[in-house]
């Protein structure tokens, strides 16, 4: 590699690349007895990172006295952030970053040019704070990018194993076809068996006479491999697309074309609605996405190295969880993180499925139970779900349950129960299932008490479950099992007068 191409390797974006860097410096401790030289790779304003003899090391600036023609200025330093990853969720950057400098007083400045980037500048000197950038780039080199800390973010529709994940915004797949198209609906059965190349004319799907070309997103960008992963397998299309604007434009010209599409990217082509495979119909509203009750919901992402990013990434990251990161996720068209609440009288679906789709093992008085409880009650979006597998809670149900603590700890939940209500799949004997859906309600009641240990007995939900009394979709398939496998939160009215004892908390 030449010295001017290392050069723009190391100039990540979560620390300052200026003319003055990759040169050396001398870091020597304030309290004496230690000396470090290297090649300075960024201050981020808290530490400076540095290429030494012994490693890439990060060092408290508090601790240090840096000496040396490379010494960057001390006082608000220029942040480079870097995001790459994504194009199909790039509309979400510009919102997001102008909604972060406007939250802090700044100001924003985007700059021209055939990819995003914007300057965040001090309004009374016009100091530069921060050079914010978008690059699209396919999956792999996006988290190669990452790792090798040439960007400081991914944006992405999955999350990985070797990175932290935090969360931005929801989307959901959804089927497209054109206008003009005369089919009604689909069932996900025969849509996994045209997405898997089985079918190739409309008739076999209860359509008219003519051939079926699937359109898809090629198969090397993020959202089709979140899509793929989401289905299990890979789309057998006869006609590929860089992009969801270039698949909806395509899609919408020819009324015998069928694709996957992001909600936030139909137009010009319609939805068609979607059912499972017991005629359920499966809607893709905001609660259902929050929920994960829509089968193909989609978390955006951003993804970092699992090591100390600079304060004001960290500040952006903060950010997110905040109503005006909400407003800017919901001007680009994605659903935003913010909770939902809805009565549980408003969704008759639910009760609809709940009766039929009632194994011989749940009994009537399962039922009067079940709606004993709702009665009254407000759902929350909040739901949690657990990896495959495994008792542990998936990278979406970890952060509801931090906003969940935040907002009890607010005080957001005052003069109200909260309920944490477990729910299994039709796999196994009900009995079975009974237990599991309650052991599952509590293991996520124990994780709030260790994400909030402050939190009262009194402000902890209550645990109840209801095995496969209440099924989302049919059990036939996995997406539907993995469906009825959750844990939802309710909300209750509770004015319980002075002098009655508490509610007793979850296990």
Same mark, same amino acid.
């Given at each position: 590699?030449?010295?001017?191409?290392?050069?723009?390797?190391?100039?990540?974006?979560?620390?300052?690349?200026?003319?003055?860097?990759?040169?050396?410096?001398?870091?020597?401790?304030?309290?004496?007895?230690?000396?470090?030289?290297?090649?300075?790779?960024?201050?981020?304003?808290?530490?400076?990172?540095?290429?030494?003899?012994?490693?890439?090391?990060?060092?408290?600036?508090?601790?240090?006295?840096?000496?040396?023609?490379?010494?960057?200025?001390?006082?608000?330093?220029?942040?480079?952030?870097?995001?790459?990853?994504?194009?199909?969720?790039?509309?979400?950057?510009?919102?997001?970053?102008?909604?972060?400098?406007?939250?802090?007083?700044?100001?924003?400045?985007?700059?021209?040019?055939?990819?995003?980037?914007?300057?965040?500048?001090?309004?009374?000197?016009?100091?530069?704070?921060?050079?914010?950038?978008?690059?699209?780039?396919?999956?792999?080199?996006?988290?190669?990018?990452?790792?090798?800390?040439?960007?400081?973010?991914?944006?992405?529709?999955?999350?990985?194993?070797?990175?932290?994940?935090?969360?931005?915004?929801?989307?959901?797949?959804?089927?497209?076809?054109?206008?003009?198209?005369?089919?009604?609906?689909?069932?996900?059965?025969?849509?996994?068996?045209?997405?898997?190349?089985?079918?190739?004319?409309?008739?076999?799907?209860?359509?008219?006479?003519?051939?079926?070309?699937?359109?898809?997103?090629?198969?090397?960008?993020?959202?089709?491999?979140?899509?793929?992963?989401?289905?299990?397998?890979?789309?057998?299309?006869?006609?590929?697309?860089?992009?969801?604007?270039?698949?909806?434009?395509?899609?919408?010209?020819?009324?015998?074309?069928?694709?996957?599409?992001?909600?936030?990217?139909?137009?010009?082509?319609?939805?068609?609605?979607?059912?499972?495979?017991?005629?359920?119909?499966?809607?893709?509203?905001?609660?259902?996405?929050?929920?994960?009750?829509?089968?193909?919901?989609?978390?955006?992402?951003?993804?970092?190295?699992?090591? @100390?990013?600079?304060?004001?990434?960290?500040?952006?990251?903060?950010?997110?969880?905040?109503?005006?990161?909400?407003?800017?996720?919901?001007?680009?068209?994605?659903?935003?993180?913010?909770?939902?609440?809805?009565?549980?009288?408003?969704?008759?679906?639910?009760?609809?499925?709940?009766?039929?789709?009632?194994?011989?093992?749940?009994?009537?008085?399962?039922?009067?139970?079940?709606?004993?409880?709702?009665?009254?009650?407000?759902?929350?979006?909040?739901?949690?779900?657990?990896?495959?597998?495994?008792?542990?809670?998936?990278?979406?149900?970890?952060?509801?349950?931090?906003?969940?603590?935040?907002?009890?700890?607010?005080?957001?939940?005052?003069?109200?129960?909260?309920?944490?209500?477990?729910?299994?799949?039709?796999?196994?004997?009900?009995?079975?299932?009974?237990?599991?859906?309650?052991?599952?309600?509590?293991?996520?009641?124990?994780?709030?008490?260790?994400?909030?240990?402050?939190?009262?007995?009194?402000?902890?939900?209550?645990?109840?479950?209801?095995?496969?009394?209440?099924?989302?979709?049919?059990?036939?398939?996995?997406?539907?099992?993995?469906?009825? @496998?959750?844990?939802?939160?309710?909300?209750?009215?509770?004015?319980?007068?002075?002098?009655?004892?508490?509610?007793?908390?979850?296990?």
């Amino acid at each position: 590699m030449g010295v001017k191409a290392g050069l723009a390797a190391l100039c990540v974006a979560a620390f300052v690349c200026d003319s003055a860097a990759a040169q050396d410096v001398t870091l020597v401790a304030r309290e004496g007895g230690i000396v470090l030289t290297g090649t300075l790779q960024g201050y981020d304003g808290e530490f400076y990172r540095i290429d030494t003899s012994y490693g890439l090391l990060t060092v408290d600036g508090q601790g240090v006295i840096c000496e040396g023609p490379a010494c960057p200025e001390l006082v608000a330093p220029r942040a480079v952030i870097r995001v790459v990853g994504a194009p199909d969720a790039a509309a979400l950057v510009p919102p997001l970053v102008e909604a972060f400098a406007t939250a802090r007083g700044l100001i924003y400045e985007p700059a021209a040019g055939a990819d995003y980037a914007a300057r965040i500048l001090d309004p009374a000197t016009r100091k530069e704070l921060a050079d914010v950038s978008f690059q699209p780039m396919g999956p792999e080199a996006a988290t190669a990018a990452v790792e090798a800390g040439a960007a400081d973010l991914k944006l992405s529709f999955r999350t990985e194993p070797g990175l932290g994940a935090h969360s931005v915004a929801m989307d959901a797949m959804v089927v497209i076809v054109a206008q003009d198209n005369p089919m009604p609906e689909i069932s996900t059965t025969d849509l996994a068996r045209v997405l898997g190349g089985e079918i190739g004319n409309w008739s076999e799907i209860g359509g008219p006479d003519v051939p079926l070309v699937v359109h898809a997103l090629a198969p090397d960008t993020d959202l089709q491999q979140a899509l793929s992963d989401r289905l299990g397998a890979v789309a057998a299309a006869d006609v590929l697309h860089p992009d969801l604007a270039a698949l909806a434009e395509a899609v919408a010209k020819d009324p015998w074309a069928i694709a996957i599409s992001g909600r936030s990217a139909i137009v010009p082509a319609r939805r068609l609605p979607l059912t499972d495979s017991c005629g359920f119909p499966l809607l893709p509203t905001t609660l259902a996405i929050k929920a994960g009750d829509y089968p193909l919901a989609l978390p955006v992402t951003l993804l970092a190295a699992k090591r @100390r990013l600079p304060l004001l990434t960290r500040e952006f990251i903060a950010f997110l969880r905040t109503p005006a990161s909400g407003e800017a996720v919901a001007s680009a068209g994605f659903i935003d993180r913010s909770v939902t609440r809805q009565p549980m009288t408003a969704d008759g679906l639910r009760l609809i499925n709940a009766i039929q789709g009632a194994g011989e093992d749940v009994t009537l008085d399962d039922l009067k139970r079940l709606v004993g409880i709702m009665d009254g009650a407000d759902r929350v979006s909040f739901t949690f779900r657990f990896e495959d597998g495994s008792s542990t809670l998936d990278s979406v149900s970890q952060d509801n349950l931090a906003d969940l603590a935040q907002l009890i700890a607010a005080g957001q939940f005052r003069d109200q129960k909260l309920v944490l209500a477990g729910f299994s799949d039709g796999s196994g004997a009900a009995e079975a299932n009974l237990a599991l859906s309650v052991d599952r309600a509590a293991k996520v009641a124990q994780e709030l008490a260790v994400v909030a240990p402050d939190l009262s007995p009194a402000q902890m939900p209550v645990v109840e479950g209801f095995g496969e009394a209440l099924p989302m979709a049919c059990d036939e398939t996995a997406i539907g099992r993995q469906l009825n @496998r959750r844990v939802e939160l309710w909300v209750v009215p509770d004015f319980a007068p002075p002098g009655t004892p508490p509610l007793a908390p979850a296990p």
